[in-house]
Structure formats: C-alpha cells, structure tokens
C-alpha cells in the first residue's frame, strides 16, 4: 500500500467551478502537508503548507488538513484556464532525528484542465 | 536570484555509460534533495544532504552516488546507466531541513532517457 494515495485523474472541468483535489495517507507521523502545482515540463512549486489540521486560505485556494481522519484537499474557487496543471499533494515525514531531516512523499499527482 | 539550476535539460545515454547531473542554488540552502520522476510513481527521494560534507539515502539511492562538497552544489552521479533510470529527475533546496517541511524549491528537471 502506498503511503500517499491521490486519485490521477485526469479532470476536466469549466472554467468558474470550484475544484476539489483529494489525497488519503496512511502513515501518522506526517507532519507536515503541502500542495505542489507542476506545469507540463516544469519542476513543481509550492501552492500551500500547513501544519495542523484545520483550514488554510490563500486567494481562490484553501488547503484543508483532517488527520483524525488522514486525509487532506485542496479547493480552488472560481477556477481559471491557468490552473490547468499537475497538482501534487505531498506530505513531509522524519528521515533522522539527528539532523531533523524531512523527506517528502508525494502523491502520483491529479492533471487538472479548466476549460474557457 | 536564479533559484535552483539543474543541467543538462535533456540527456540520452547508452547503457552502461556513467553521468553526472548537475544541481545548484544560490538561496544558501542547507538542505538539498534529489528526487525521480515516473508515470504513476509520483516523485520518489533518491538522496538528500542537510548541509556540505553530509549526505544520506532516500528510497530510491540504487545506482545513483551523491557528494556535497560546496552548500551551492549538490551533483548526482549515474554509475553505469541502466534503462531503469530513464526518468525526470529534479533536484530540491529548502531554507531548512530541521523539522519545517515547508518551503521547497525545484528545479525544472532533467530528462533522462537510456537506450
């Protein structure tokens, strides 16, 4: 079983919808939980981080974090054809107690297309 | 400020040839990562250093060597290439590797294909 499972997609979708992009995880010590957006050939970059559970709002997008529950989303409102993109949901765990080194596990990514 | 630079874009090796990919930034990071990048796999850790001098495995190390001899440099070695590391691979910097998991920068990636 994977650590982090977030559906592919592909998803397509009018352009002023609200979007919602889903990720399950299955280990509890992740701590922190992050959205990447990667465009065809691009590295990808960082769109939100939280650290609790709980809402986090920046512009059209909010990251939502329940960890009762291991699972965490991420809203678009009033979605636009430039949100056309891979998103990535990633989650940062423990790789040393000495050096406090994080690593991140990503989800596979879910292609998002906004239509005109 | 140029961020994370990795080259070559695009690579075709044969198998058995050796390579190095090359990754740099100038944020003064202490920690930087290198990942792979596969349909249907997501990104995968390959190695990771939390400063000059120090490096460590990820996931993914099989075949692929790491040094960090300068905080800006942080270059990736293909041994003996082999058609199981066809891939993107791109390489990541953060401000910190001390428990913040946020702020993660990435290259654009490199394009590896071996024949």
């Known amino acids: 079983q994977k650590e982090v499972e977030q559906d592919p997609g592909p998803l397509s979708v009018p352009e002023g919808a609200i979007v919602s992009l889903n990720c399950t995880y299955s280990n509890s010590a992740f701590q922190y939980f992050m959205w990447y957006r990667q465009y065809s050939r691009k590295g990808p970059e960082l769109l939100m981080y939280t650290y609790s559970s709980g809402n986090k709002e920046d512009g059209r997008f909010t990251a939502q974090v329940d960890k009762s529950s291991k699972y965490i989303s991420l809203f678009i409102r009033d979605s636009q054809p430039s949100d056309s993109a891979t998103y990535l949901c990633?989650?940062?765990?423990?790789?040393?107690?000495?050096?406090?080194?994080?690593?991140?596990?990503f989800g596979q990514g879910t292609r998002l297309t906004i239509n005109p | 400020n140029a961020g994370v630079t990795q080259t070559p874009k695009f690579q075709v090796l044969k198998t058995g040839q050796s390579m190095t990919l090359q990754c740099a930034q100038d944020?003064?990071?202490?920690?930087m990562s290198w990942y792979r990048q596969d349909p249907g796999m997501g990104l995968r850790l390959i190695h990771y250093?939390?400063?000059?001098?120090?490096?460590d495995q990820g996931e993914v190390p099989n075949g692929y060597n790491v040094s960090r001899s300068t905080t800006e440099d942080f270059p990736l070695r293909l041994l003996s290439a082999a058609p199981s590391q066809t891939s993107v691979y791109f390489c990541?910097?953060?401000?910190?590797?001390?428990?913040?998991?946020?702020?993660?920068?990435f290259g654009s990636g490199t394009r590896l294909t071996v024949v």
């Open positions: 990633a989650m940062s765990a423990l790789l040393s107690w000495i050096q406090g080194a994080q690593k991140l596990v």
């Open positions: 944020m003064n990071h202490e920690y």
């Open positions: 990541a910097s953060s401000y910190s590797p001390r428990g913040q998991g946020g702020g993660y920068t």
């Open positions: 250093s939390v400063g000059a001098g120090i490096t």
